[in-house]
């Protein structure tokens, strides 16, 4: 399966290279969390990968 990183080093240590693709992820926390930036982090590292 192929893997497409985060741009996130952290995060993709804990997944071992990235996100499988293709795949979906369900980001969930509370107000305040994070999780638009992170997923707009996520869809920039992949864009500039050409992933999107």
């Known amino acids: 399966m192929k893997t497409v990183p985060t741009g996130i ?4 240590q804990v ?3 990235g996100f ?4 979906t992820i369900l ?3 509370t107000a305040g969390a994070g999780k638009t930036t992170f997923a707009m ?3 920039i590292n ?3 990968e050409a992933e999107v």
Do not use: M, R, T, Y
């Open 9 to 12: 080093k952290g995060l993709e």
């Open 15 to 17: 997944l071992n290279g």
């Open 20 to 23: 499988n693709h293709p795949s």
């Open 27 to 29: 980001v969930a926390g």
């Open 41 to 43: 982090q996520s869809l």
């Open 46 to 48: 992949a864009s500039k």
